[in-house]
């Protein structure tokens, strides 16, 4: 059984890399959001560091470091506390991409049939599906953080020379609270695709599960508020405790007939 499950994720990440449209599109939003913001931000700091919207941020600081200047305690600010939230939206929108045609883009290809006569149960090939997007969405993202942190290190060293130190707030990220939200995303959203009846009809209700998070990312930039270790850590632990209960209930009443239809 799990040598089918393996084929189908297989098959899925094949499909992605083929695809001369949706697989630009996978990193379009990653590059926005983890090389083309930061940057902005990085520049602004140093051009502009009295402005006031900048300015608004320094008082979510507690203190800063010892004789450190305030550009480079902006830049730290930026790095440990207002990017990470970017880590919650990129690997949803990667995902969406990919989820959103799971089940409706079999169905368009005429496929459908096909991968329903493998040897695997309906919820063993939705939770394939899951799987398959989920991987896709982990590598992106891990990709877009790889090029983030060696970017915005490279600019700062660039132009006060020194580096910054990333912070555990990365580690809470990267290895909780982002996997757990895509992993809640995909399931969702594959979902839907097993609901809908065509591909553009599953990314438009993937577009709500993405905007609860946008506003969190205006909110960092805002000033509104900034994530904390513990404020991540409890996130990831709510997040990965709904991902495995939606997981687990996944397919509910959905029947071979029912998706067929």
Known sequence: MKTAMYAIIKKDFRGVAANRRLFPALF???????????????????????????????????????????ELTLWGLLLNSILPAFFLVIPVMASSITAASAFVGEKERHTLETLLYCPLTLRQIFQAKVLASFLVSMVVSLLSFAAMFLVVEGEVFFLAGQALRPSVNWLAVLLLVSPAVSLIAVTLIVRGSAKAQSVEESQQAAVFLILPLLLLVVGQFAGLFLMSFWLLLGLGLLCGALAWILLRKSMGRFTYERLLQ
């Open 28 to 70: 379009l939003v990653p590059s926005l959001l983890a090389l083309v913001l930061p940057s902005i931000f990085v520049i602004a700091v140093h051009f502009t560091p009295d402005d006031p919207d900048i300015l608004k941020l320094l008082a979510l600081v507690p203190q800063a470091a010892p004789g450190q200047s305030l």
